[in-house]
């Protein structure tokens, strides 16, 4: 999560957007799309999950962001 303030910065998020909850009121829907982000991005082994709430990027990522793609996706 703090993360979140410097993505949102990164992104150019509104305030208002950063704040729409999803309808189980439990996240916020740009909270639900990073976390759905990181999932991905493990599951291409691009990221690395050591511990709980926290994030690194593997080798393998770092080579796919020196290509800088336009775009990764599944």
């Not at 950063?18 to 691009?46: N, V």
Request: aromatic content about 6%; proline content about 4%; cysteine-free.
């Amino acid at each position: 999560k703090d993360v979140f303030g410097a993505m949102q910065t990164a992104l150019g998020v509104s305030d208002a957007d950063m704040g729409e909850l999803l309808p189980s009121k439990r996240l916020t829907r740009f909270e639900s799309r990073i976390y759905w982000a990181a999932t991905y991005l493990d599951q291409a082994e691009l990221i690395d999950k050591p511990t709980r709430g926290r994030l690194r990027i593997t080798q393998r990522g770092a080579s796919a962001l020196a290509t800088n793609p336009g775009r990764i996706d599944k």
